[in-house]
């Protein structure tokens, strides 16, 4: 049986950009914060670190642009930014089109789901709640669980091990759903496929995936679960 055909022991998704729609909100919650300092953020600079977790980014941007800053100094940039997204979220998420329908039908397939970000847990759990999506996913690892950021593989090799995917026999790992050049390096890394969703950056952006789809509405759930994809 060749890679493509072995049936994934779990399928791991990120969050932002993948499951919700909300990177616009994130990206102007960055320009917010970093207005008062004097600093602005072009969508093209801020596209650069897409899956990448909100300290890195500001870390990151900062040090392009010749500004040191302390730990406490990020620390407290990150702590702004939270409170601006969940500010603009305003009316609540909202999941891309596709996305429901996956992982719910992924799930009563009996495949193991997983969500790896850069979000914090305080954006991620709330979201999943009121989309009514908590009891799909088993394992969920945010930006505080993992000492390094995508493009790292941390975050994905802690995900397989709390779902103890690397020890199902006749399987790969898993698959990863992505849709930023951080986070298709980090699932690779980690041993894993990776489908790419062109939702945040266009489809040559994201080479490294085996598949890019222009939406999660396009796949196959039944052939996902069976590698077939």
Request: proline share 6%; with cysteine.
């Amino acid at each position: 049986m060749t890679e493509r055909r072995q049936i994934p022991a779990a399928i791991l998704f990120d969050f932002n950009g993948v499951l919700v729609d909300d990177e616009p909100i994130h990206y102007q919650a960055f320009v917010e914060v970093l207005a008062p300092e004097g600093i602005s953020l072009p969508l093209e600079d801020y596209q650069r670190y897409l899956g990448h977790d909100d300290r890195a980014t500001f870390a990151g941007f900062l040090s392009e642009r010749g500004r040191r800053v302390t730990d406490d100094q990020l620390r407290e940039l990150v702590q702004r930014k939270q409170s601006a997204y969940l500010r603009l979220l305003g009316g609540g998420p909202r999941l891309f089109p596709g996305a429901r329908e996956l992982a719910e039908a992924l799930h009563r397939l009996g495949i193991p789901l997983a969500i790896v970000s850069g979000a914090r847990r305080v954006e991620i759990e709330p979201t999943l709640a009121a989309c009514g999506l908590s009891a799909l996913f088993s394992v969920v690892v945010a930006a505080e669980d993992v000492l390094s950021c995508k493009p790292d593989p941390e975050g994905y090799r802690l995900a397989l091990r709390r779902l103890g995917a690397a020890e199902r026999n006749g399987r790969c790992p898993g698959i990863a759903l992505e849709d930023a050049p951080a986070g298709i390096s980090a699932a690779r890394a980690a041993g894993l496929r990776c489908i790419a969703v062109a939702n945040s950056c266009p489809a040559d952006r994201l080479q490294g995936a085996e598949w890019v789809a222009a939406s999660l509405a396009e796949l196959d759930p039944a052939a996902l679960a069976a590698g077939r994809i």
